[in-house]
């Protein structure tokens, strides 16, 4: 495994709490069954999702999550439709793959080690799903070009960005290598917001899939849990030109998800270099506009020659008089002192 891969703190021992109320294991296998029965039928009919309705697709992604004894609740925006589409979202679980179908479906952007598997594989690669190898970097712009392609062609293509499991009660930060591929097709990402909740509300690890956890026993887990709720929130789209570079695009998506509204990025008009005499001003020019602070920035007035003024005392009380007129002064209030 390549030393670069991303990886995440969370495992089953530290991170996942013991279910307090437990369904009884004849419940529990039902579910299971359920479930296994319906990813199955959704491995066989994979090649043929480009030609289903989108509502079946959702429908099929509920149910499957309905099935294993979790409630769905989607919340917020609508997501766009009728364009390509970069969904972006937190990884917890499992479920959060047909999740995020349910909000949109989409092409999957999945690890190449799935593509080895014995007939689900090759099912799942006809499906339309994308396949990143991981252990290989220099396959990672190749990998890029084909979201490009796939956004460019009006599908949606759904990532988790962080590329691993967290437990559900920390986050990892978005990695910015897909989000090039929204900005070369110039289409819109869609971030969403994903939570498990026990039957209390509060935050639960029931459906946490992290670290050497075996998938059967995720399986269970779930299964065997009662009043487990999953939070799906479709958060406001972010435009392709509202942001200049992967990096700055990653950090406003990720800051949504997290809920740190205050963490994007905004992009101010640049400064250009003949506006301002030294680097004092300068410095004092470019915080002022990321604080957002106009009436803080300092406008270099025109001089007042030396021969008009008969002493020393009269050009002091000019610029007093000029400052206390509002010549420099911005829209927040005066910067110069009399």
């Not at 609508?78 to 479906?105: E, M, Q, Y």
Request: net charge positive; glycine share 10%; proline share 7%.
């Amino acid at each position: 495994m390549s030393v670069w891969l991303p990886s995440a703190p969370c495992t089953p021992r530290a991170c996942v709490a013991p279910t307090a109320s437990r369904a009884t294991a004849l419940r529990a296998a039902l579910r299971l069954t359920a479930v296994v029965v319906l990813v199955l039928a959704g491995v066989v009919l994979a090649p043929m999702s480009g030609r289903l309705p989108a509502r079946t697709v959702r429908w099929w992604s509920r149910t499957v999550v309905r099935a294993s004894g979790v409630r769905v609740r989607i919340t917020g925006a609508t997501a766009p439709t009728g364009t390509g589409l970069l969904l972006v979202a937190n990884h917890i679980s499992w479920l959060d793959i047909p999740l995020l179908a349910a909000v949109r479906p989409a092409r999957m952007l999945a690890k190449a080690e799935i593509r080895r598997w014995p007939v689900a594989g090759t099912l799942v690669a006809r499906g339309g799903v994308l396949f990143i190898d991981r252990d290989r970097l220099r396959a990672l712009p190749a990998t890029v070009a084909r979201i490009a392609d796939a956004l460019r062609a009006g599908q949606a293509v759904a990532v988790f960005p962080e590329g691993s499991t967290w437990c559900g009660r920390a986050q990892g930060h978005f990695r910015r290598a897909v989000f090039q591929a929204a900005l070369d097709a110039r289409v819109p990402v869609q971030p969403v917001r994903i939570r498990y909740r026990d039957r209390d509300g509060a935050a639960g690890t029931a459906a946490a899939f992290v670290g050497d956890d075996p998938l059967l026993t995720s399986l269970w887990r779930v299964a065997s849990t009662r009043g487990l709720v999953a939070e799906v929130e479709v958060l406001p789209a972010l435009a392709p030109d509202t942001h200049p570079d992967r990096g700055t695009l990653a950090t406003a998506a990720g800051a949504r998800v997290r809920g740190e509204a205050g963490a994007e990025i905004e992009v101010f008009p640049a400064l250009a270099p003949g506006g301002h005499p030294d680097r004092g001003t300068l410095a004092t020019a470019a915080g002022a506009r990321v604080r957002g602070e106009a009436g803080a920035e300092i406008e270099v007035m025109p001089a007042l020659a030396p021969g008009g003024h008969p002493d020393r005392r009269v050009p002091v009380e000019d610029v007093g008089a000029t400052a206390r007129a509002g010549v420099i002064r911005g829209g927040g209030g005066a910067v110069g002192a009399t």
